[in-house]
């Protein structure tokens, strides 16, 4: 009699969580704000990936629509001293639709990120449209090339104070879980100084973007196509 009570009390346990396990599913992540700071995983927030032709505009596009991307440093860790190195690291490069195009990031002198960029701040981020809906959308491979990515290169420095409150209220906006970060760690804004660009989205090799071409694209809104619960869309222009 006790196992033929089992099955219906199991059936009923199962109807009561279902609920709460599919909120929980899709439900968006705390770290990341949801559609409250661009969540680019939605497929009508995401703008449209410019004509592949322009590589100065997708080489914007994947900085703004990215959350995060692969650091690559010289190691100064003893195993591995002066061999590349990389981490992932949140950044930001300003509000949903307002880019500025630099990648602004939140370090502590407790990672080892830090500590090879103060024996040498250069540094390379690489991006990918793998971390949206793009690449899942068209069935790209991350390796793809079609995928897009990109590879900024330069050095990493601390803001200064006039670029503090920028670079605060794009990274907490888009990754609100940093508020919360404990201040014994140290956390300090910083930055990276673009000095070279390349951009994969097709085959056939990198294309070389000069950062004079990179910063001449603005983000262009269009108000037109706004919408109550998404905002207004915009596109990349070249100045």
């Known amino acids: 009699m006790a196992r033929r009570a089992l099955g219906p ?4 346990l199962a109807a009561l969580l279902a609920p709460a396990l599919v909120a929980l599913l899709v439900s968006p992540a705390r770290g990341r704000g949801g559609l409250d700071h661009g969540d680019w995983d939605v497929d009508r927030r995401l703008p ?3 004509p592949r032709d322009d590589a100065p505009r997708v080489a914007r596009f994947v900085t703004h629509v990215s959350d995060w991307g692969a650091v690559a440093t010289i190691s100064t860790l003893e195993a ?20 500025s195009g630099v990648p602004y990031m939140y370090l502590s002198p407790l990672q080892q990120l830090v500590s090879d960029l103060q024996e040498n701040p250069q540094a390379t981020l690489t991006l990918s449209l793998a971390q949206t809906v793009f690449c899942r959308k068209h069935g790209f491979d991350p390796q793809s090339p079609l995928c897009v990515h990109i590879m900024l290169s330069g050095t990493v420095t601390k803001v200064n104070e006039k670029e503090a409150d920028y670079a605060k209220n794009s990274l907490f906006l888009r990754h609100p879980e940093m508020k919360t970060w404990p201040s014994s760690h140290n956390w300090f804004f910083a930055k990276l100084n673009i000095t070279n660009i390349w951009v994969l989205d097709y085959f056939g090799g990198p294309k070389v973007v000069t950062p004079e071409e990179y910063f001449n694209v603005t983000l ?11 905002g207004p869309h915009y596109h990349l222009v070249r100045v």
């Open 48 to 50: 449209p990936l410019p």
């Open 80 to 99: 591995v001293r002066g061999r590349s190195f990389a981490d992932v690291i949140s950044f930001s490069d300003g509000p949903p639709g307002a880019g």
């Open 220 to 230: 262009q809104l269009e108000r037109q196509l706004s919408s109550p619960r998404f």
């Open 9 to 12: 009390a199991r059936s009923l």
